[in-house]
């Protein structure tokens, strides 16, 4: 199901003498590594064709992205591609998938408030993307977290294999964080990398539990939606510090039990 990216690169030359090797730089190597093996303990990814992303510290025209052809348990620092908006690869070995080019390129470039951008067809999240009517219905604590920041692709348009399509699901996501992608799965956008893992991590699982109570075949009770909007704030003013300390926490596991992702 992955696709090669075969592209014309533009007519200038591509920067491959940038400083990209400073400490600030290789820790959002290190960051986007844990949270692509972290997300492969979970089973939040689908084989080798779901991407994670990040603007490169200092240079908000390039963006760090997995490369072409490896599991999300494979990946490490180094191995993670540094590539521009024309499709050029700047720094690393590899090239990236294609539909993770034309999503992830147009989003930063047509969004800048997005630092990272994560796609996957994570089990639970993506059944909700699936079914009629919206994917959140506010019934359990945990989908509050992202209250009002949801927008919902309602137009699957096959495989992102070009600009337009990528231009499209950017236009879509407009000012949200969280979009649920109809027939297809979910991205999750945020200022930086430890958000974006923290929102990926309970948006799959505010979708289990939900699909776990719609199992059961009783009515489920949403919350009261000044309620709900209350929670969300109290949840937004301390996601920054939250999501935080929960990257570390994925850094100190995986720093016992396979460090080797900093490599």
Request: net charge negative; glycine share 8%.
């Amino acid at each position: 199901m992955a696709h090669e990216l075969n592209i014309k690169k533009a007519s200038h030359t591509p920067r491959h003498n940038l400083p990209l090797d400073g400490e600030e730089i290789w820790q959002a190597r290190i960051d986007l590594a844990a949270c692509l093996r972290m997300a492969a303990r979970l089973g939040l990814e689908e084989g080798i064709c779901n991407h994670f992303s990040a603007v490169v510290p200092g240079h908000p025209d390039l963006f760090i992205v997995n490369r072409l052809g490896w599991a999300f348990q494979e990946a490490t620092a180094s191995s993670l591609l540094i590539c521009d908006f024309q499709g050029n690869v700047v720094a690393g070995d590899g090239v990236p998938e294609a539909t993770a080019f034309y999503i992830h390129a147009r989003l930063h470039k047509m969004s800048p408030r997005v630092g990272a951008a994560f796609h996957t067809h994570m089990p639970n999240a993506t059944a909700l993307s699936m079914v009629e009517g919206e994917p959140l219905v506010w019934a359990g604590q945990t989908a509050l977290k992202f209250y009002g920041r949801v927008a919902v692709d309602e137009n699957y348009n096959g495989l992102a294999l070009d600009q337009n399509e990528g231009d499209r699901i950017a236009s879509v996501l407009g000012d949200k964080d969280i979009l649920f992608m109809k027939n297809h799965g979910v991205m999750v956008c945020a200022p930086n990398i430890a958000e974006a893992w923290d929102d990926l991590y309970y948006l799959e699982r505010a979708a289990e539990v939900q699909l776990k109570a719609m199992g059961s075949g009783r009515r489920l009770v949403p919350v009261l939606p000044a309620v709900a909007a209350e929670a969300a704030r109290q949840m937004r003013e301390g996601d920054p510090d939250s999501a935080r300390m929960h990257l570390e926490s994925i850094r100190r596991v995986l720093d016992r039990q396979a460090p080797d992702y900093r490599n």
